[in-house]
């Protein structure tokens, strides 16, 4: 939401720019700028040395600054994850991928009701990146789908991003004949 709120975790290490000048958060999240003269400053993220796995929530800023005075932005991040995982036909039925089961490629894997699609590589992969914290779905694009097959299995799966999990993988999603 763009707000420091209770649960809320301070990053140090991130930085500030201020028209041509830059400083640090600390450990508490908090960043200085002093000495500054009145006039209208555009403070933001330094974008080259944000974390690969953070997206910015909070976007630049314009204050105005007058003599003698003091101002506080919060200024926000998302952290991002990644999922991955690969199609294959399941012959067996076990919903397994044995060593003889061929993988699928350019079969459309869809998240979040199409925020974002994937097609599956020579080797049946799909990887998506940038998916931010938060409960997500996945599911196959029927039309991808090679003539003859659909999901052996449920056909939406859910999965959660958290802080202490940002990389779901080794998600498998069989094939078995369509009736």
């Known amino acids: 939401n763009g707000r420091f709120d209770e649960g809320d975790k301070p990053l140090s290490g991130i930085r500030i720019r201020l028209d041509g000048t830059a400083t640090t958060s600390n450990e508490k999240g908090e960043y200085f700028f002093v000495n500054l003269a009145p006039g209208i400053y555009r403070v933001e993220f330094h974008l080259p040395s944000l974390p690969a796995n953070y997206t910015p929530v909070t976007g630049p800023q314009l ?22 995982g690969r199609v294959f036909i399941d012959g067996n039925g076990n919903g397994i991928q044995d060593e003889e089961e061929k993988h699928v490629s350019w079969v459309g894997v869809v998240l979040d009701d199409g925020a974002q699609k994937v097609f ?21 694009d029927p039309e991808s789908l090679p003539s003859g097959l659909r999901p052996a299995g449920p056909a939406l799966r859910t999965f959660t991003l ?5 990389e779901i993988s080794g998600i498998t999603i069989p094939l078995g004949p369509a009736d």
């Open 63 to 84: 204050i105005r600054l007058r003599e003698q005075e003091n101002f506080f932005i919060d200024f926000a991040v998302t952290a991002n994850g990644s999922v991955s």
């Open 120 to 140: 599956t590589d020579e080797n049946g992969r799909f990887y998506f990146e940038g998916v931010p914290l938060g409960t997500h779905t996945l599911a196959l």
């Open 162 to 166: 958290t802080e202490e999990a940002l």
